[in-house]
């Protein structure tokens, strides 16, 4: 994806970068597409990739999906404070988001019908996600249910953005907070 991020403009900044995430979550080829996750664990710090599949009001609220058994689901039940990292290698350029994170409670019927039979089928293991197998196939095995009672739609309230751009002629990182209805900006040391 090419950004154009060559801006002195902490609003037009801002902009471009939810613009940007908007673009994303549409577009395959956009690693943007695929953040990793970080949430707090019992023992500790955890991260994972996520596919990013929606972006709402006007970037103040990001959608992924997951499995309602997977160990990050019940790391949110228990800390909603999580971060979100996107990188692109074209720039190169690094997103930071931290945030409040949720899980719907209710089927998303909605977006359940948006998947692909091969994606429902990302919720139809056995077993709960990371439980041990003897090998990769016992690991394939599924239910005949749906599925839908394991989709689970994961909601990001965003508040801060950090955006660093290691550009050649001087690097830049910008930050963004919520405030009074718009993204007030500021420069800090990359
Ligand atoms: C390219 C890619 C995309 C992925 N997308 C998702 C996703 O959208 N939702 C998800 O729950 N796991 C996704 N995963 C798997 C997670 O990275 C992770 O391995 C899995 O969800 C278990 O995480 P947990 O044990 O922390 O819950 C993806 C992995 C890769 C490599």
Redesign the pocket.
């Known amino acids: 994806m090419n950004t154009d991020w060559q801006t002195d403009a902490l609003p037009e900044l801002a902009q471009r970068i939810l613009a940007r995430l908007q673009q994303a979550y549409g577009t395959i080829s956009d690693p943007w597409r695929?953040p990793v996750l970080a949430t707090l664990g019992p023992e500790g710090p955890?991260a994972?990739?996520?596919?990013l599949r929606d972006v709402l009001k006007e970037g103040r609220e990001l959608v992924?999906?997951?499995?309602r058994r997977?160990?990050?689901i019940a790391q949110i039940h228990q800390h909603s404070r999580i971060a979100l990292v996107f990188y692109d290698g074209a720039g190169p350029v690094q997103l930071r988001i931290h945030g409040q994170a949720g899980v719907q409670e209710a089927s998303d019927m909605e977006r359940w019908a948006g998947l692909s039979d091969a994606q429902r089928q990302n919720y139809r293991s056995l077993a709960t996600?990371?439980t041990p197998v003897d090998s990769p196939s016992e690991g394939w095995s599924t239910t005949n249910r749906s599925g839908l009672e394991e989709f689970a739609v994961v909601r990001i309230k965003v508040e801060t953005l950090d955006w660093l751009w290691l550009a050649r002629a001087g690097h830049r990182r910008a930050q963004f907070t919520w405030e009074a209805g718009g993204w007030s900006g500021r420069w800090v040391v990359p």
């Open positions: 695929l955890d994972r990739v996520v596919v992924a999906f997951s499995d997977a160990p990050k996600p990371g």
